[in-house]
């Protein structure tokens, strides 16, 4: 039995030392941080520390070793911080985003069903002219036609593709919309 009493004595009550002693580390990593939210890290930390060491805790010079696991701990983080830079917007990815890559997949599926739904003359006509990187008179070769014909194709075509991605207004069940 008096091994068991011996074992109790060195047992630390957490309770008692949490209340004895988090308010001044807490002001203590509050000076060192200057940041509340830090600062209650930094004094919980300590505290979980002290908890997993318990059996050799000297209640002696507890408060000391809670203070310097504090201080410690906001100097780890400080050369921590030191190593970290914001990022500056000129270094940002340009490319799109996934948002944006998903609405142009959608928004390529709309052109390339509107584009299958042109004649193959019309289809050809406007994808050679697209961007203006062919000129009228290489497709109008292309397709055996003359220069007029091709600049009448294309810009039939065009509008063709334009009234089909045109977005549509959505209608009330039963009822057909007005031409």
Known sequence: MAAEGGNRERLVDFGTLYQEHARDLRTFAL???GDASTADDLVSEAFVRAWTVRERVEMATVRGYLFTIVRNLFLKQRRIG???????DRLADARPGPDERAAGQSDLHAVLTALAGLSETDRAAVLMRADE????????AALGISVVAAKVKVHRARLKLAERLKPRPATAPGKERER
């Open 82 to 88: 030191q190593r970290e830079v914001t990022l500056d």
């Open 31 to 33: 000076y060192l941080s």
């Open 133 to 140: 990187r062919m000129p009228y008179e290489d497709i109008a």
